[in-house]
């Protein structure tokens, strides 16, 4: 699972270079595919809301119940989660105002899309160095085992 976990890791990390890139044109004023921004916003709310992060919130919370944790990592991921779908949605809300050839201020849309890649890469960075070494150190294969069934029948 922690694998997984991993690979949805680094596939998030490419769509924010994407997005960083597109941040960079529209803030030199260049053309951008605001369509394309916005596809990338909706499988972030897709898969990384809806699948990627209620499986981290089951094994963290695994980890909490059953495993001696230094600090309650549970919480703040939590509610990293919980902001980064705010955030998300705020970004959708924002791209489909734009795509219906609204007019929203450029500079308002940059500045929400940099706090949300901004806030994805230290999301990102806290579980790949802080979160994921824990999980290794602390659970077992058993641990795995029963975190995997419990994700299977939907616990």
């Not at 044109?25 to 921004?37: G, S």
């Not at 989660?81 to 959708?92: G, K, P, R, V, W």
């Not at 929400?112 to 999980?135: G, T």
Request: charged fraction near 30%; charge should be negative.
């Amino acid at each position: 699972m922690l694998q997984s976990l991993q690979q949805d890791h680094q596939n998030i990390a490419k769509l924010l270079k994407v997005l960083e890139q597109k941040l960079a044109h529209i803030r030199n004023e260049k053309a951008v595919k605001y369509k394309l921004i916005a596809h990338i916003i909706s499988y972030m709310q897709e898969y990384a809301d809806r699948y990627h992060h209620p499986k981290e919130d089951l094994i963290y919370d695994y980890y909490v119940k059953y495993r001696v944790v230094e600090d309650d990592l549970s919480n703040q991921l939590k509610k990293q989660h919980e902001n980064l779908m705010a955030m998300t949605d705020e970004l959708s809300d924002i791209l489909d105002i734009i795509l219906l050839d609204a007019v929203v201020p450029l500079d308002q849309f940059s500045d929400k899309l940099e706090a949300f890649i901004k806030a994805q890469w230290e999301h990102l960075n806290y579980e790949e160095d802080i979160v994921f070494p824990a999980l290794k150190r602390h659970l077992t294969a058993d641990d795995w085992r029963a975190i995997e069934q419990s994700w299977q029948h939907g616990n």
